[in-house]
């Protein structure tokens, strides 16, 4: 793992979906703390103002194939000769009730939002395994904590890269790889504008539900709702955190990273549910074993 001294020394950055939002944001704060960045986004003209910062720029599209996405981790590590530090950052928001989402729909919000960061986990873990060092961390969502309605299809992407973070910590542990996943609340971000799409099917018996989420999104749109979340501060502590620097020095990457007054609050009702339906259910749940069995007896796999 990276010690604190080695907080101190510019990291090699490299981001996806930077032309705006969180990807556009912690690009800044990076290169504000004065380390190197390549900045990436599907269309790489969308990144003048980020090279203008001081980025470099390259062309990425995480729905790309394995070796398409090859070829642009050779371009990066051409600038630096490294990658510090992967931060997974491509997503959008598919809205609507689970039964009206159609099989297409589903991989389609799949493919960006869960392959395409195994792709690029694919694509970068070779050289930070090679160099024993770095940190993965992937833009989550505090709604991987709950179940939203109108928005479980969405959600379930964020469950699951939440999973494939926590196993890939303890995979990558030995190789002194730091993994975490980053879960913001709402932030004045684009995804309910350009990075929202609607499922195609509607069913009646949502329409009350379904119409709240566009009314919603639609007064975010026209800025009657504003979203608490400031996307430039929660960067600034991503950057933080993920560098051990500043607010963060000394101390060990978290496995989960809540961010945002909202994603605390809803962490924390998540834990208090769980621990209640758990102390409700837990005796007749560990009732199972068979007769010979004595004590607890764990999978060697697991690790408590």
Request: net charge neutral; glycine share 8%; proline share 3%.
């Amino acid at each position: 793992m990276a010690t604190a001294s080695s907080a101190q020394t510019p990291k090699v950055w490299l981001v996806t979906a930077c032309s705006s939002g969180f990807g556009k944001e912690i690009v800044l704060a990076a290169l504000a703390r004065g380390d190197r960045v390549i900045a990436t986004a599907r269309d790489a003209s969308k990144l003048q103002d980020l090279v203008e910062q001081g980025a470099k720029a390259l062309a990425l599209d995480v729905t790309a194939s394995d070796a398409e996405l090859a070829k642009v981790v050779d371009q990066v590590l051409s600038f630096y000769g490294t990658i510090d530090i992967l931060v997974n950052n491509a997503a959008f928001l598919l809205g609507g009730a689970i039964e009206e989402c159609s099989a297409e729909e589903a991989l389609k919000q799949y493919n960006t939002n869960v392959f395409g960061t195994l792709r690029m986990l694919r694509a970068v873990l070779p050289h930070m395994r090679e160099k024993r060092s770095g940190v993965v961390a992937t833009i989550g969502s505090a709604g991987g904590w709950i179940g939203i309605k109108t928005m479980g299809v969405y959600g379930s992407t964020k469950f699951a890269l939440a999973g494939i973070s926590l196993a890939l910590r303890e995979e990558l542990e030995p190789f002194g790889i730091d993994v975490t996943i980053i879960e913001p609340g709402s932030f004045r971000t684009a995804i309910l504008g350009k990075g929202f799409s609607s499922m195609d099917k509607s069913i009646p018996d949502y329409l009350p539900m379904t119409q709240h989420l566009h009314s919603r999104i639609s007064s975010v749109n026209a800025q009657e709702f504003k979203q608490p979340g400031d996307p430039a501060k929660g960067a600034r502590v991503i950057v933080e955190v993920l560098t051990k620097s500043g607010r963060c020095e000394g101390k060990t990457i978290p496995s989960r990273m809540l961010l945002g007054k909202d994603a605390v609050a809803i962490g924390d009702s998540a834990l208090k549910r769980t621990r209640r339906e758990f102390d409700e259910w837990a005796a007749l749940a560990a009732s199972t074993d068979h007769d010979d069995v004595q004590g607890l007896v764990m999978s060697s796999l697991a690790k408590l």
